[in-house]
């Protein structure tokens, strides 16, 4: 699946790191042509890009936390606001479209990359903008994010199948890679470490036994608001969040975000129910406000454990998806766990 609390600073520090990095050894240049295994498909670049349209908020974040704003042609797929400290670069940035762009949009853009979050937007039997091979065929390359095709099954318009449990691990390989591609490593490095650091924080705050097998459910929305709701399967990213700090995740699926009844979760009953903001308005639950006041009012939901001590945590969208915002979401679910004493 595809904000009100921010999520810390991704790029905190990193520009003094750049600046140090003038003074510092070199780091060794990319060597061209460069040929990537991509999502089972090799992919070879001649020299870096010089225009890249990107298709997702997630892949867009990359690139501008890489400093390649100049080389962004075009963006398309957001769910909310970019990330604060890239909003002028990313002001100047065309957007495609808010969703899907077309194909002649983003052919247009005449980028020599077309970068895609998403499989089903870019795919080799799928593409709801266009096919890799359509892209081949224009001299086009195309770059899928390593975490949604690995040990993943994806179907068209869907979230697919996860076989194994997600892990940062994916979005530092698609950051080395990237970097590698433009040929800007020594950036891609100080981003992974960076976000590494982070991480050990994050969990070091939250090292109460109280907080281990806490049973915590995510809540991304729903098509209607009083029916099944998109809840984080058991090795989404989410699942990584609440691995990484102990929690538990009430669903067992291996679908990336399974539709599941209340009542099923109510057998769960969730001391913390994570429910995602986003600006975007595609279904009825989109809305936090909508999620909570159902929360409150259904005679379901209103007997939750969460619910009834407004144990409700807002994390952004973005956070929930396989993202650099990942990490915020480790930092926003472990600070929102101490703040409840579940983990003292």
């Not at 650099?324 to 101490?338: P, Q, Y």
């Amino acid at each position: 699946m595809r904000q009100t609390i921010p999520g810390f600073s991704l790029a905190l520090g990193l520009a003094s790191l750049w600046l140090a990095g003038l003074a510092a050894p070199a780091f060794a240049a990319t060597q061209y042509p460069l040929t990537l295994s991509n999502c089972g498909q090799p992919v070879t670049f001649e020299k870096a890009p010089a225009k890249i349209v990107s298709i997702g908020q997630g892949m867009t974040e990359v690139l501008l936390s890489l400093g390649l704003a100049d080389k962004i042609a075009g963006t398309a797929v957001w769910v909310g606001p970019v990330l604060p400290q890239y909003a002028e670069a990313n002001s100047r940035i065309r957007r495609l479209a808010d969703n899907d762009p077309s194909f002649e949009s983003v052919v247009g853009a005449e980028p020599d990359l077309v970068a895609a979050e998403f499989e089903w937007h870019v795919g080799a039997a799928q593409g709801s903008v266009g096919k890799r091979e359509q892209f081949k065929d224009l001299g086009i390359n195309t770059y899928i994010a390593p975490a949604d095709c690995v040990a993943k099954i994806n179907t068209d318009g869907g979230d697919g199948v996860r076989r194994e449990l997600f892990t940062m691990d994916l979005i530092y390989q698609e950051i080395a890679e990237i970097s590698e591609i433009f040929d800007v490593k020594d950036r891609g490095d100080a981003l992974i470490a960076d976000l590494k650091k982070r991480e050990a924080a994050a969990v070091a705050s939250v090292s109460g036994a109280a907080a281990k097998n806490l049973p915590v459910v995510f809540w991304f929305s729903s098509k209607e608001v009083k029916g099944d709701a998109f809840i984080a399967g058991k090795n989404s990213a989410p699942a990584y969040i609440l691995k990484t700090l102990g929690a538990k995740n009430v669903v067992t699926t291996e679908e990336e975000w399974p539709l599941v009844g209340w009542e099923t979760i109510a057998q769960a009953n969730p001391a913390v129910i994570v429910i995602a903001t986003m600006d975007r308005r595609r279904y009825a639950a989109d809305d936090p406000k909508v999620k909570v006041d159902f929360l409150e009012n259904d005679p379901v939901t209103r007997e939750l454990d969460a619910v009834k001590n407004e144990r409700f945590i807002m994390m952004d969208a973005q956070s929930m998806n396989p993202t650099i915002r990942t990490i915020d979401g480790i930092e926003i679910l472990a600070k929102g766990i101490a703040a409840s004493g579940l983990a003292q």
